[in-house]
């Protein structure tokens, strides 16, 4: 009982000075911003709460989404007691022993138990297994989560167990949401376009959004004045990278658009020098590298091809690596991309296809239709479709669009690089030569 008092006074104290993200973690359904698609009213997981009828599941979905949170709701809604491991520090010890718990409190009180494992797919295969009976049994019901592919990195056998349960990212809206939420729980005004700057930051994630207004909260708290202070994009960027930079220097968004630009512009030194610059600034690295990633199609495309793959190696690597050392890795990246024969016709195909696939609905022509059921011939799909690799070529030049739009050309290669080569490839077919041996 007195352990009770003393963690319930503990909760108590949190709830008013606790991190921000703490004090506006949900305690109802309603509270939650997103995943409307598993816990709006008759969504799946919700009417499972309400009807009493939770098994085991896992939560599978980015960071900062409300995995945690959703796992503490569906447990007090389910009126079952709550007991979380990590899977980062717990071992076939803490599992057993949470098992065993579970079990007493079955047997001598009737209370259920839900059995919180966070990234669960850290567990190793025997920590997976020594879960497997409870279970399967439900002396516990395992709500798991992790942000990895569960089809890859959890035992067939457990997952055969439990309910796949997709967490989207927050969208905009929710995380607007969020965002007036926390200004108005720290007494500050947070302006539409701040607030924006925030969102855009911080990718989809609830917690990062919320321990970054936290900080730029209090920055802006200690400048005093009005009674609620405003939030600048000042104090947001103090917020994310711990430097408060001086409002005649160079903002932080002028260093990403300059890192960009110098990339753009074939200047491998330039790019280094940015990239460090933000980077000492306390810049994200996951940020950068998603930039470089998206640079490698939007300003090379086909004139190197392998720079989108380089790049998305160098994003790997930060993740996998981590700073200091992932510098080497986003070195290498900036260098090659920068000294990258330029394209944009990737850039220009895309916004070309969008604009016609916009387009009211256009049928898809009967000779590219699925021919493989029954009936299918007499209504004339499939029929006439040509293999092209029956074709000694390996093309052949047939209707692939819509017929209104057979003749629209979105990709137009350019005169850098490897796309001449592909362009004459492409110029080759049309005057029903053969490929050339090299393309």
Known sequence: MTDDLFAAKAAERLAAKGPLASR?????FSDVVGQDHLIGVGAPLRVLVEQQRVTSGILWGPPGTGKTTLA???????????????????????VRDAIDRASLRLGERGERTILFVDEVHRFSKSQQDALLPAVEDGTVVLLGATTENPFFEINAPLLSRATLWRVAPLDTVALELLADRGAAEEGVELPIAVRARLIEQVDGDARALLT???????LASARGGDP?????EQDLLAAR????????????????????????????????????????????PVFLAR??????SEDIGMADPMSLVLASAAADAVRLVGLPEAKLNMAQAVIHLALAPKSN????????????????????PAHLRDGHYGGAKVLGHGVDYRYPHEDPRGWVDQQYRPEDLDA????????????????????????????????
Request: aromatic letters at 6%; proline letters at 4%.
């Open 24 to 28: 506006l973690r949900p305690k109802k």
């Open 72 to 94: 503490r709701l569906i447990a007090t809604h389910s009126h079952m007691v709550f007991e979380s491991l990590s899977a980062v520090t717990a071992g076939v010890k803490d």
């Open 212 to 218: 970054t207004l936290e900080v730029a909260a209090s």
């Open 228 to 232: 609620r202070p405003f939030v600048s």
């Open 241 to 284: 990278s711990g430097v408060l930079l001086n409002r005649s220097s160079d903002t932080h968004y002028d260093q990403v658009s300059a890192f960009i630009k110098s990339i753009r512009g074939s200047d491998p030194d330039a790019g280094l020098y940015w990239m460090l610059r933000l980077l000492n600034a306390g810049e994200d």
């Open 291 to 296: 930039r470089l990633v998206i640079l490698a």
């Open 345 to 364: 016709s990737v850039t220009v195909a895309l916004g070309l296809a969008e604009r016609d696939a916009a387009l009211p609905r256009m049928d898809v």
């Open 408 to 439: 629209h050309e979105y990709y137009r290669a350019l005169a850098h690089g490897a796309e001449p080569q592909r362009s004459a490839w492409r110029a080759s077919r049309r005057d029903e030569g053969l490929p050339s041996e090299d393309a």
